[in-house]
């Protein structure tokens, strides 16, 4: 595996098994995740909360059963925030929804599993554009896997928000008709998803963010004066560990431009 691209505030974060243990309920507020009591899949956790993203993958993977998640949640926090080249990018997100597949496949009660998949889907589909990805079927496999994360898990934060995402971007690129019609996307459905995951998990940067960007694509400028004051707080958001300092380093770049 090639060397990636370090996180830039790499030593900021010193977890351990004992600390990621004491916070976990904190650090995994967004995706549900149970505690593992795996070792190795603990230490997978402890790289990824240091940010040591290509160390949690090669742990994660050698760990195996639920350490496929660790890796798994490594790879697409990298590939959305580190990795620069496209194509790696790329390839990144389809190795993951693979895995993930296969995870859901195997042991499908695990909400991560469909979560993962969709992530990396979702993600993918932005890279080849939305319109794109519509058009080859991914809209479908990623609400069904976002709809069967939540039935699993309710208290999933981040699967309401990627859901809510997923409303907001289709209707942005086909317009409410058609995207209703089509593929099952709605307004107020998806402002709702966004209204819950700030209510299970209010401290959520990330959840600010999307939520200030679907404002603005389903209600356009009128919103923008709102959505920036989500990006502030997101902005002023106290990050726990490296994954949340990203996503506050992303909200600090957006107000700057």
């Given amino acids: 595996m090639a060397k990636w691209t370090a996180f830039p505030h790499v030593g900021d974060y010193q977890f351990d098994a004992a600390s990621v243990k004491k916070y ?26 240091n940010g040591e993203f290509q160390k949690a993958v090669e742990a994660g993977l050698k760990a195996g059963g639920a350490g496929i998640t660790a890796a798994n949640k490594a790879a697409c926090i990298y590939a959305t925030y580190l990795e620069k080249r496209e194509k790696a990018r790329l390839d990144l997100y389809l190795e993951v929804a693979e895995r993930a597949e296969a995870q859901a496949a195997q042991d499908p009660q695990n909400p991560n599993a469909h979560y993962w998949q969709a992530y990396a889907l979702g993600r993918y589909s932005q890279g080849i554009s939305v319109a794109k990805a519509l058009a080859q079927g991914l809209g479908g496999k990623v609400k069904n896997a976002l709809e069967n994360t939540i039935k699993l898990q ?14 907001a971007e289709v209707i942005d690129k086909v317009g409410s008709l058609i995207g209703g019609m089509t593929y099952g996307a709605k307004k107020d ?3 709702q998803l966004f209204q819950q995951a700030l209510k299970l998990n209010f401290e959520s940067a990330i959840a600010m963010i999307e939520y200030a960007n679907a404002m603005v694509m389903l209600d356009g ?11 502030q707080l997101a902005a002023a958001a106290k990050p726990m560990d490296a994954m949340e300092r990203l996503d506050v380093e992303m909200a600090k770049a957006e107000l700057e431009d």
């Fill in 154 to 167: 309710p208290k999933h934060a981040d699967a309401h928000v990627a859901l809510g995402a997923f409303h």
């Fill in 221 to 231: 400028d009128k919103m923008m004066k709102e959505a920036t004051r989500l990006y």
């Fill in 24 to 49: 976990w309920a904190r650090l995994h507020t967004g995706d549900a995740e149970p505690l593992p009591r795996d070792l190795e899949v603990l230490e997978a956790w402890v790289q990824f909360h």
């Fill in 189 to 191: 459905t998806g402002l």
